[in-house]
């Protein structure tokens, strides 16, 4: 099966700022793929280059060199509108719940946003709303509350709302945990992985955290200093007692989030008792 991702000689440089400004590279000669509805964890120390690569793969910085293939096209030699069209295609889910939905608009028009500018029907974006909420585990009623109103782990669950509603094929989670509980951290990655089991999603998945990435990811890649130094399967790099990064590995056993463990009891009964009424 062709890679839904295919990053080839990946080369990245920030420009400093000023007269002088001069271009510091940061990424050199990066390589790896992501097969259909596969997870690939990327981890590596701070500052090693893991959240360039992701936006690197999101249009967000430019790439200095090599390839990045989105779903068979080379995103690094498109136009910026054939780039912005890859939205659908490509979508992200960031580390801060708090600071990536805008608090002056309602749950609603932050999802309703994208389906919007694909040219969706009213009718067509109203069932598909509802879908996204039932999808999340959120409250149909979530859709005329501001993010405020919501809990970090509900935050990211709109924000993973979001990221789903025009059926990508690829989402780069930075982090998408970090800003999170332990106990939610837990539920968002299961329901990452459901997302995955249902739809087919691949994931690129940047993180420090090596007891999501045994949970959470089949292969997993090691950043140092830009370059990939090591590429195996999770269990291999995490379970590796000489490995120098699971000297962080903390053996954590998936913890439910009890918040979302609640709002799912609560629509499966609201469900039934909808069947029993119409029956
Ligand atoms: N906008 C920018 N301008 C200039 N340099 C940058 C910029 N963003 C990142 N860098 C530099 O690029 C290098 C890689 O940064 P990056 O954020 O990709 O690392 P990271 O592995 O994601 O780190 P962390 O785990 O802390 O998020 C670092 O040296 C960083 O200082």
Same mark, same amino acid.
């Given at each position: 099966m062709s890679a839904v991702l295919q990053v080839e000689g990946?080369?990245?440089?920030?420009?400093?700022?000023?007269?002088?400004?001069?271009?510091?590279?940061?990424?050199?000669?990066?390589? +790896?793929?992501?097969?259909?509805?596969?997870?690939?964890?990327?981890?590596?120390?701070s500052g090693s280059g893991k959240s360039t690569i992701?936006?690197?793969?999101?249009?967000?910085?430019?790439?200095?060199?090599?390839?990045?293939?989105?779903?068979?096209?080379?995103?690094?030699?498109?136009?910026?509108?054939?780039?912005?069209?890859?939205?659908?295609?490509?979508?992200?889910? +960031?580390?801060?719940?708090?600071g990536s939905l805008n608090p002056w608009i309602t749950v609603g028009q932050t999802l309703a946003e994208p389906l919007r500018i694909a040219g969706r029907s009213r009718p067509e974006t109203s069932e598909r709303l509802r879908w996204l909420l039932d999808r999340v585990y959120l409250p149909h009623d979530a859709?005329?509350?501001y993010p405020s109103e919501f809990s970090g782990g509900q935050r990211q669950r709109v924000a993973i709302a979001r990221a789903i509603?025009?059926?990508?094929?690829?989402?780069?989670?930075?982090?998408?945990?970090?800003?999170?509980?332990?106990?939610?951290?837990?539920?968002?990655?299961?329901?990452?992985?459901?997302?995955?089991?249902?739809?087919?999603?691949?994931?690129? +998945?940047?993180?420090?955290?090596?007891?999501?990435?045994?949970? +959470?990811?089949?292969?997993?890649?090691?950043l140092e200093r830009g370059r990939i130094v090591e590429t195996g399967r999770s269990e291999e790099v995490c379970d590796n007692p000489q490995h120098p990064y699971t000297r962080e590995l903390v053996a954590a056993a998936p913890v439910p989030d009890p918040v979302l463990q609640r709002e799912r009891r609560e629509l499966r009964l609201a469900a039934e008792r909808r069947g029993a009424a119409s029956s």
């Open positions: 990946l080369e990245v440089a920030y420009r400093t700022r000023g007269v002088r400004g001069r271009s510091v590279p940061v990424v050199h000669g990066v390589d +790896f793929a992501i097969a259909p509805g596969e997870t690939l964890a990327l981890v590596g120390e992701g936006n690197a793969i999101l249009g967000l910085v430019p790439a200095a060199a090599g390839r990045i293939e989105i779903d068979g096209r080379d995103v690094t030699t498109m136009s910026r509108s054939a780039r912005r069209g890859m939205a659908r295609t490509v979508q992200a889910v +960031f580390q801060n719940p708090y859709l005329d509350r509603a025009l059926d990508p094929k690829l989402i780069v989670c930075d982090e998408p945990t970090s800003a999170l509980d332990v106990l939610t951290q837990a539920g968002v990655l299961s329901l990452l992985r459901e997302l995955q089991d249902e739809l087919g999603i691949s994931y690129l +998945f940047i993180t420090h955290d090596l007891a999501a990435v045994r949970e +959470f990811a089949a292969r997993v890649c090691v």
